[in-house]
């Protein structure tokens, strides 16, 4: 029975990405031409790659939008002719039910992800990181182990709290779900590396009247190796507000000062050494014409000394900097293990886990770190039965992309993250320029069919810009049972719909005015834009269902503070009613902090573990 759908599903799904695929075919682009077998192989891979609860009903809704072609054109979809196939394609994306516009969608940005990524991505190399401390990494993890200290995820929080351990003498193990790869593995924001390494292949998804799709790392340095690089220390408001709120103690800018000085010199923080991209100045060009504030944003990236090429620089993630400290310094990192849940016992924790070549395996340490993200985290606990303030209170940067188009060219195949960022709304909304490959272009328009079709010819004038509110909101995590991936839930308030709607506005304003000549924002059925005038065609309040929105900045799913009816750990990351476990990682922060995060959550990580190690000498 089993074989039988998958068959069908194959069909449908080959049927639906020979159709996306023939849309966009042209005669002088041979890279676009059929056949478009590896655009159904992606799409089924991708689909394989989903959280099971929505794989399911997924595949469901796919073969009962095949059996609707009866009644449209007397065949299953699969079987109608090319022309027939893209009526009823049509009139799904047209549809007023939501989940039939999210189907086609689906399928058309997986298809049009593979389709547009053919020419710019070489076949990637599984690259490992170099063998120097080989011995420090376990892959092949025995059935029963113990360690003093047991490290969960190697994302920022992860990677500097078991180095800052290891450092320190202390026998640590830091266990990670993903696989441990170098940079080289893949080019940057590639279909690639969405498969080696994000969670779920970047198919992740916050469910509430507006959906929100997120994505997360999954390998060894968490989201430091697939991010951008933007730095930004938590704004002194923002931590005023933790210690007043949530009675959270020694997060003063003064004695935070120290913690954001050591990072920032370990993953060389800084600007370019040339230009920034062309893109980047139309958006501060703009702003600066309205006298707004806008600024170059700092990121982790090391040049060589007099280096004047912007391109030349070097991510310096997790890999590149406290990961390799810690195998120096003698701590054992296990790739490929995934922590199901912890026990406690007497004096230990009990880690059951399991490894992808070994299967179930049992760890006993004495304190346990958990550093898995803010969706993994309370997830994890709450498996485990400690759900005290976990997982209630989880923020995001909601978030809203707009194409534009300029008369000259903004955009080349070597242009980088672009790096200005406009805060003279912040912290309500900032803006900011986005991934603008040709992949990502393809995937932007999807609600601007007809400019959409034009990606291949006039992608160098365009590039992607995104509006960004810190957001009243708040959303939950709830592990399912017998299921692995948490249910994540994230409703936003009618003022940050109003909030997002009026950070697009002005966003449009600033790009108008650095010259773009038409914008096409993500939402459905939402007109292009050609003047100023043309403004007044934007909602007030940002429509529910029809709004396409996104996020990479996740936390406070556990936060931290002395006010225990809010928080879910002391000032310092101890799990309140715990002795020996901490949490360092996304989750602490108490709000949404307004900028990029990770700055905040590798001064924060810093801060707990010098102060567990001051607490809890040998
Ligand atoms: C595409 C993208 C771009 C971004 N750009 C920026 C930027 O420019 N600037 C910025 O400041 N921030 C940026 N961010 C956000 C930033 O990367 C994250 O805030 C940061 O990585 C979070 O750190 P963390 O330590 O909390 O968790 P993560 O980095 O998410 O790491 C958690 C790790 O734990 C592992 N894990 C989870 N569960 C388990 C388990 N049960 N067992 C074992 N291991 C587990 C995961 O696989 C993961 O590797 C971006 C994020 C993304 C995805």
Redesign the pocket.
């Known amino acids: 029975m089993n074989q039988l759908l998958d068959s069908w599903f194959h069909d449908v799904v080959s049927a639906l990405a020979y159709s996306v695929g023939e849309g966009r075919a042209e005669t002088a682009r041979p890279d676009l031409q059929p056949p478009y077998n590896d655009l159904t192989r992606f799409v089924l891979n991708q689909h394989a790659r989903m959280a099971a609860y929505l794989r399911a009903p997924l595949m469901a809704a796919t073969l009962g939008f095949d059996v609707i072609g009866i009644l449209r054109g007397g065949r299953r979809f699969h079987h109608l002719s090319a022309s027939a196939r893209l009526r009823q394609i049509e009139t799904w994306k047209e549809s007023k039910i939501g989940f039939q516009r999210d189907l086609m969608r689906y399928f058309e940005s997986l298809a049009l992800l593979e389709l547009y990524g053919r020419q710019s991505n070489p076949h990637a190399n599984i690259v490992s990181p170099p063998q120097e401390f080989s011995r420090q990494i376990v892959n092949l993890p025995s059935a029963e182990s113990r360690f003093e200290i047991v490290v969960?995820?190697?994302?920022?929080?992860?990677a500097i709290t078991a180095c800052l351990l290891a450092e320190a003498g202390r026998k640590v193990l830091l266990?990670?779900?993903?696989e441990y790869l170098s940079l080289e593995s893949c080019a940057p924001f590639s279909k690639d590396e969405m498969v080696q390494k994000?969670?779920n292949g970047g198919q992740t998804v916050a469910m509430g009247k507006n959906k929100v799709a997120y994505?997360?790392?999954?390998?060894?340095?968490?989201?430091?190796e697939?991010?951008?690089?933007?730095?930004?220390r938590t704004p002194p408001d923002i931590l005023e507000s933790w210690r007043k709120e949530f009675a959270v103690d020694g997060v003063t800018p003064e004695e935070m000062r120290p913690h954001f000085e050591a990072c920032e010199k370990e993953v060389s923080v800084s600007l370019l050494p040339g230009a920034a991209p062309a893109a980047s100045l139309k958006l501060h060009d703009g702003a600066t014409r309205l006298g707004w504030k806008s600024l170059e944003v700092p990121?982790w990236f090391r040049f060589a000394a007099g280096a004047s090429d912007p391109n030349t620089g070097r991510r310096q993630s997790m890999t590149e900097t406290f990961i390799p400290r810690f195998l120096k310094a003698g701590g054992k990192l296990l790739p490929r293990?995934?922590?199901?849940r912890i026990r406690q016992d007497v004096g230990k924790w009990n880690l059951h886990?399991a490894h992808a070549v070994n299967g179930p395996i049992r760890i006993a340490a004495e304190t346990v770190f958990l550093?898995?993200?803010?969706v993994?985290?309370p997830a994890?606990l709450r498996r485990s039965g400690i759900t005290r303030n976990i997982g209630n209170s989880l923020r995001l940067h909601p978030t809203l992309k707009v194409v534009a188009k300029f008369s000259d060219e903004v955009n080349s195949s070597q242009m980088g993250v672009p790096v200005h960022q406009v805060k003279e709304f912040a912290p309500r909304f900032s803006f900011g320029c986005s991934i603008s490959t040709p992949p990502y272009l393809a995937m932007a328009l999807l609600d601007h069919p007809a400019q959409a079709r034009e990606v291949a010819q006039v992608w160098p004038h365009l590039a992607t810009y995104y509006a960004m509110i810190t957001g009243e909101g708040r959303g939950r995590v709830r592990p399912l049972p017998k299921i692995r991936d948490p249910l994540v839930r994230y409703n936003l308030t009618v003022s940050d719909r109003r909030d997002l709607a009026e950070g697009l506005r002005k966003l449009c304003l600033a790009l108008f005015e650095g010259g773009a000549t038409a914008l096409y924002p993500g939402i459905t059925r939402c007109p292009q834009l050609l003047n100023h005038d043309d403004l007044s065609q934007l909602p007030n309040a940002l429509p529910s269902g029809l709004t396409n929105l996104m996020t990479?900045?996740?936390?406070s799913s556990c936060p931290m503070g002395e006010d225990q009816s809010k928080s879910a750990t002391n000032s310092f990351g101890r799990v309140h009613g715990f002795t020996n476990l901490y949490i360092s990682?996304?989750?602490l922060l108490c709000t949404a902090p307004g900028v990029?995060?990770?700055?905040s959550?590798m001064a924060l990580?810093r801060r707990n573990v010098l102060k567990f190690l001051r607490r809890n000498p040998r």
């Open positions: 969960i995820g190697s994302g920022p929080g992860g266990i990670e779900e993903g994000y969670r994505v997360e790392g999954r390998c060894v340095g968490g989201g430091s697939i991010n951008s690089g933007l730095y930004h990121r293990t995934r922590v199901d886990a550093c898995a993200g803010a993994q985290t994890l990479i900045h996740l936390f990682d996304a989750s990029n995060p990770q700055g959550i990580a």
